[in-house]
């Protein structure tokens, strides 16, 4: 609600962006969580491409089960880290700062 003689308060369009990003985290998140899954497991099984210890062979391999790891920690921080900036964004703003940001 605005004071009298102020500039009247919107719903800030920000939160509706982070709500939308939000949603679509959540929808992909359990596809790219195991995008790596299956390449690393094959390659740590040895029968997709084996080649001795520092070989470009070996190298791929860890290089592959990395950025799994890597993935499964961002994947499973990405939401949450989406869920506190939505938490610190003021329900509502005067429409002139909810309209700028709407123009960027």
Excluded: C
Excluded at 4 to 18: F, I, T, Y
Excluded at 29 to 44: N, Q, T
Excluded at 69 to 80: E, K, S, T, V, Y
């Amino acid at each position: 609600m605005s004071a009298p003689n102020s500039e009247p308060m919107v719903d800030n369009p920000d939160r509706e962006w982070l709500r939308d990003l939000l949603n679509q985290v959540n929808s992909v998140e359990p596809e790219m969580y195991k995008a790596l899954d299956d390449a690393a497991s094959k390659m740590g099984s040895g029968s997709v491409w084996t080649s001795p210890p520092g070989a470009p062979g070996d190298t791929f391999m860890h290089d592959v089960q990395g950025r799994q790891q890597r993935l499964h920690r961002i994947m499973g921080d990405l939401a949450g880290e989406v869920q506190a900036a939505l938490n610190k964004e003021p329900l509502q703003m005067p429409m002139s700062q909810a309209t700028a940001l709407r123009r960027e």
